[in-house]
């Protein structure tokens, strides 16, 4: 070969050499190679780095919570062996020992200086890829505190006073006697004697309990307000209200004197001898009519008939006591001056007698049904309706110009009527204190508005005279004035309103009851007389206690679509469908006893103090 030859066959191939990218992917693979392993190892051990801190983390702050949750002794600077056991357990179950081949793991809990919580713990990451360029295992290192704090918080509490929580658990039935007490403006009124161990006493034992289990977590910045209403068939809020929402008049069942006086069938004779003259004997008559009455309602001195027999001088007189007769009716009464509380001329007795408002109210105008739509809610149900009429006003109830008849219709009958054991025709619901006795009407101790109370406070309210039971059960009276006493946006607005510079206060009701709805139609309460005005129940009493369970539940629907937490106890019964609907979820409590009464509310007040994370 020549060399010209040589020469160019050799630059031939160099120039298709240069022209053959073939294979330069492989010597770039084999040049890259080590920096994309350790790029990509990299990534691999900071991703599993990363996830070991975030469950590290979350391990430490359940540790501490729990560790917040179970401590008994706020005392000293050690955190107790409760609170260091179930710190540990918690974080034992939240990161396991050996995930992602970890190694040396350690959770310290320990008690901060305001009794609080905080903890650290660490973990030893090894590496995977990186082993190959010499990188060690990373030690993960995270600390965490939790807080037991209360947000600023207002409760009121809906508490059931009717006369079975004068007994026992155990009581079946509930027997305890009747007798009457004096309230501080002098007036009487009527109340079912405790027995020994009641469930009013543990009642009061366990709202104590609450009180002092909230305040055990509260620092020096939270805001708690406590507000109360006790319930039977009514609820005594009248002097809660300004006189602009009340009524100036209002139609009652009862009853207005004719004018004409009836014989009480006790018709006497009495016959006088030796009567000289005709004139002699009618001077024995003594007045007629009769022009006054006495204490009682009869007629004084009433002598309406004589005789005289000239030839055997005999005088025979027949005496006829006499009673006032009045028709029974609905009548429209001025209460204007009632409500001021000033004692006021009773106007259904020709005999002169006064009567003072005690603060119970009648509910202003309603819709029966046994269906509600929260959205859309009657006047009675509304919490947040302002008065603008008298359609929408409360009324006094006047139990003393409240009388029962036996018939929608009005009628007439003499005299005044005491009861006995039931209600009775003609009777007054307040006169003759048989009604009041036999709990046909109560009116209990007034409402507390929201407030700030302190544990005296708080004590002084469970323990006064007044807070007596007695009277039926009517969940619906509590409910709606409990959620219209704390609603957010109603008369009372401003009493829970938040403090300057805070968020609005958490909003719960306590609701408490140790019986069902029991209704009676012949019971003057919150919606009058039903058997006679029919507010609730409608054409037929068979629909009362259906009724009224219905306007239980929508207003506890009411309550929580304005975001107040529900509680609900049943005290020594079993909590049936209505109890369990109108607490909020999960917070439907059964108390078997006095203790068990005083563990849930206890319970309630842990719920109500809000546990939180705060590093």
Known sequence: MSKKRAIAETLGFLSRLRRDVRGNTLALMAAMLIPLAALSGSAVDLGRTYSVKTRLQQACDAGVLAGRKMMTDTSGTTLDADATAAAQTFFSNNFKTGWFRTTGLTFTPSKTGDSQVSGTASVSVPMTVMTMFGMSARTVSVTCEARYDVADADIMFVLDTTGSMACTTSDDPCNAPVKTYTRSDGTTAYYTVEESGSKIGGLRTAVLSFYDTLAATADSTTHIRYGFVTYTSTVNVGYLLPQADLVKTWNYQSR????????????????????????????????????????SGQAQNNISVNSYTGSTQKCVIKVQPLLPEYKYDQYSLDVSQFITGASVTDPTRVVPSTSKWQGC???????????????????????????????????????????????TSSSTHGGDVVSGSSVANYSSYGISGGNQQTAYYTCGKPAQRLATMTRDDVSNYVNASDFKVIGGTYHDTGMIWGTRLISPNGIFASDTAAWPGRQAPNRFIVFMTDGQMNTNPNIYGLYGMEALDKRASGSSPSNDTANHNARFLAECAAAKARNITVFVVGFGQTLNSQLKTCASPGQAYYASDNAALKTAFQKIAQQVAMLRISK
């Open 256 to 295: 207005k004197w004719t004018g004409n006086d009836v014989n009480n069938g006790n018709t006497t004779t009495q016959t006088y001898s030796n009567v000289a003259t005709s004139a002699d004997c009618t001077a024995k008559l003594g007045r007629q009519p009769a022009t006054g009455y006495d204490g």
């Open 361 to 407: 109210i009648e509910e202003r105008d309603t819709t029966t049904g046994s269906t509600f739509n929260t959205d859309s809610l009657p006047a009675d149900l509304d919490p947040d309706l302002v008065p603008t009429s008298d359609a929408t006003r409360w009324r006094p109830m006047w139990e003393d110009a409240e009388y029962y008849r036996p018939s």
